[in-house]
């Protein structure tokens, strides 16, 4: 008889979510589904509210990457007042947006994912987190606590607070950079860049340990998208949209982001509240895409720094020729994007104009519609407003980064499912394992869901004896 194993809640990931894996007759993994549990909905609510509100309205989606919600929004607000902010205001925004990059990713890395690693995928659960980390590796331990620190620190310097630091505005940013803020971020710089190099050495080496996971954690062909320059370079804030396949072909470059919509489609899942989309040209659910670390290191030409592009080049090693498909390496490309952050903070804060107080253009709304598009942590971030004559909200659409993976995380868990669960004896290392797979994605889902058309709900009525009443359903 057919049956289901439920793995809930997702556990060390960035909100709340949960696993289906579905057997066969011969207990053998047949399916397994990603269900996002949790709901927002912040493209209605912001409706008739003022364009203006929208960058400080919309980074409260997130508690951890609030920034990224900033940099869209903002980026829209520029886009509906047809302005092109000062260069040190965009300076500004994307030294913040590299703060936002060290200490998402140093959390991922660290305290979420490095415990599988460093006390193993079948090690006690009970001890498996930071903790355990700190207890037997706490010099790792305080590397990361050091990196998330500081990426954290620098948003405070900039905006005032750690978390939801409305300091990027429409047009620009609301305040000039300090000469002794920028001097306190050049101090610490060294040793951040030493953490994430040691780190790096560490991790090139104790990856190989990890062969069986390499090859089944989500490790098949896609497309690959994101930012790039106009030279093909890693881009974290502007740029142009690329799409690459399998091979590192470029299917598709030169993208105008504020066009995404001619590009990507958006579906929606009956079992999730997370969208799914896809590359239109491939239709769906062929147009499959993965964004973030891995997919902009595979997309990207070169980084554009030494030491990052010294560590493109093992990178790209993992895989001559082609892509790097093993979703297994977010983890890997994660630590690179660090050391990449840590040295255009560098670049910025000693550029010769980073203290100008020329940082916001003032303008009132000269369009009706706008698009904003940057990188977050975990990948591309969409914000696109249609505003009345007022400069009131009418209608939103967001597509989170987290979002965009969601076809490949499905995928990606059946794939472990198939290869580690036995069904007649499944075991929490197994289980594990399929959730690890999601967590190379690093999904923040406080983000993730948002409206797209009437959105399904299941209501299950059950007894106390854990008999099912009655069940209602809509969409």
Not at 246 to 254: F, N, Q, S
Not at 439 to 460: K, V
Request: one cysteine or more; proline letters at 5%; a neutral charge.
């Amino acid at each position: 008889m057919a049956r289901t194993i439920v793995i809930d809640p997702v556990t060390r990931i960035e909100g709340h979510s949960k696993i289906t894996v579905y057997l066969d007759d011969q207990n053998q993994v047949a399916d397994a589904h990603f269900h996002v549990t949790q709901f927002r909905g912040f493209e209605k609510f912001t409706e008739g509210r003022p364009y203006t509100e929208m960058p400080a309205i919309t980074a409260r989606i997130c508690g951890i990457c609030p920034v990224s919600h900033l940099l869209a929004a903002s980026k829209a607000c520029d886009d509906l007042m047809a302005v092109k902010i000062p260069p040190t205001a965009a300076k500004l925004r994307r030294l913040l947006n590299y703060a936002q990059i060290t200490q998402s990713h140093a959390l991922s890395f660290f305290h979420l994912s490095s415990p599988d690693f460093l006390l193993g995928f079948d090690s006690d659960p009970a001890q498996r987190h930071i903790f355990g980390v700190a207890s037997r590796y706490p010099e790792i331990a305080k590397d990361g606590i050091w990196l998330r620190k500081y990426g954290q620190q620098i948003i405070e310097w900039l905006g005032g607070k750690r978390i939801h630091a409305a300091w990027t505005v429409p047009g620009g940013v609301n305040a000039p950079l300090k000469p002794e803020t920028r001097d306190k971020i050049l101090e610490d710089l060294p040793k951040g860049i030493e953490i994430v190099r040691r780190t790096l050495d560490f991790w090139k080496n104790e990856q190989q340990k990890f062969k069986e996971e390499i090859e089944h954690f989500a490790n098949f062909p896609s497309l690959f998208l994101g930012l790039v320059t106009p030279e093909g370079n890693l881009e974290h804030y502007d740029g142009f949209l690329r799409v690459v396949d399998a091979d590192r072909k470029i299917i598709a470059d030169k993208l105008e982001p504020t066009a995404y919509h001619r590009h990507i489609g958006e579906a929606s899942l009956g079992d999730s509240y997370l969208k799914a989309p896809y590359f239109k040209p491939f239709g769906f659910p062929g147009g499959m895409y993965r964004v973030g670390p891995l997919a902009r290191l595979n997309i990207c030409d070169a980084c554009g720094t030494p030491l990052a592009d010294r560590e493109l080049q093992d990178f790209r090693a993992l895989r001559p020729g082609g892509a790097v498909l093993s979703s297994f390496y977010y983890h890997h490309a994660r630590l690179i994007e660090i050391l990449f952050a840590l040295e255009r903070i560098g670049e910025l804060c000693n550029s010769a104009d980073i203290l100008n107080t020329h940082v916001r253009a003032v303008a009132n709304p000269n369009k009706f519609e706008g698009v904003g598009v940057s990188e977050a942590p975990r990948g591309t971030l969409f914000h696109h407003y249609k505003i009345n004559e007022q400069g009131l909200i009418t209608w939103a659409n967001l597509i989170v980064a987290t979002g965009n993976n969601n076809l490949a995380m499905n995928k990606g868990i059946t794939q472990a499912a198939r290869h580690f669960v036995n069904g007649s004896d499944v075991r929490e290392g197994a289980l594990n394992r399929i959730e690890a797979v999601i967590r190379c994605y690093d999904p923040c889902l406080s983000c993730s869901t948002h409206a797209l058309g009437q959105m399904p709900i299941r209501l299950t009525i059950v007894s106390a004896k854990g008999e099912i009443l009655r069940e209602i359903a809509r969409g």
